[in-house]
């Protein structure tokens, strides 16, 4: 088998595992993920390492792990949620006091980002004097360990660094060494594994956060994708993008964008 094949093969395998088609990803950033593995096996061709794959199952869990983009944190880009407490909730709790907000973080991977937009969600809404606000949080990955952890909601060490000491004793306990979400937050959260490269709840959202997840897409994915953001959320919607992303031509007449700093857009 050449390297072109057994290229290949790894793809089909981790289609055939995961239910996950990877050749919709960027073919750079397979290579460098998987490169990584190699190394430390000190595999040179995709020939070996496929072989390794197929006998060595702790190996094969190792090398999904590194393909999944699991790098977050507590209020990561804390300048997005600074304008998300300050800007757009504000509006969306006036608007919406009966029936709620609604939000979608896709790929939310151990669960930091929809436990930061919880916090968010209740720290402006303590602002305006909405004591008890209506909201719900899907939080989705396909990633079912990352799933997993978040729904255990301890953490600890830096992913925690972005939270003001205030913030964690109000939401989070201490066990003297992992900081738990608390049960008031945790219960607004539901977490489940989902394919983003299908459509999940039409029309449903105020917003959906999607962020540093795309880039990783070949065009023709994120064109599907976002098409499926657009699809989810009602009429002034609003999408949160990565801050190295940005938004298809394809998509210019479909999203206004509301502020190209932060990557934050409004379905038209």
């Known amino acids: 088998m050449n390297e072109d094949e057994a290229f290949i093969r790894i793809k089909d395998m981790i289609h055939a595992e995961k239910d996950l088609d990877v050749s919709r990803y960027k073919e750079n950033y397979l290579k460098r993920r998987l490169a990584v593995r190699m190394r430390s096996l000190s595999k040179s061709t995709y020939n070996e390492y496929m072989q390794v794959l197929e006998k060595d199952r702790n190996e094969f869990n190792l090398m999904l792990d590194k393909l999944t983009i699991n790098v977050t944190q507590f209020f990561r880009d804390p300048e997005i949620f600074i304008e998300l407490e300050n800007v757009e909730l504000p509006e969306m709790i006036r608007r919406n006091k009966d029936e709620g907000i609604k939000v ?12 930061s937009i919880a ?51 109000k939401y989070f306990e201490f066990d003297g060494k992992r900081w738990a979400v608390r049960g008031s937050i945790k219960d607004r959260v539901k977490f489940v594994k989902f394919n983003l490269m299908e459509p999940y709840k039409k029309n449903y959202f105020d917003l959906v956060f999607c962020r540093n997840v795309i880039i ?10 976002l098409g499926h953001y657009h699809e989810s959320l009602r009429e002034n919607g609003i999408l949160f993008l990565g801050k190295t992303e940005t938004m298809l031509s394809d998509f210019r007449d479909r999203f206004e964008c509301i502020n190209i700093k932060e990557r934050i857009f409004k379905k038209v």
């Open 119 to 169: 916090i968010s969600i209740e720290e402006a809404a303590d602002r305006m004097g909405v004591r008890t606000p209506y909201y719900e949080i899907h939080a989705t990955d396909l990633d079912q360990d990352a799933i997993c952890r978040a729904v255990d909601g301890r953490y600890e060490g830096r992913t925690m660094d972005n939270i003001a000491e205030a913030r964690r004793k």
């Open 216 to 225: 990783y897409f070949t065009r023709e994915l994120q064109s599907t994708v």
């Open 104 to 115: 979608w973080s896709a790929g939310c991977s151990t669960g930091e980002e929809p436990y």
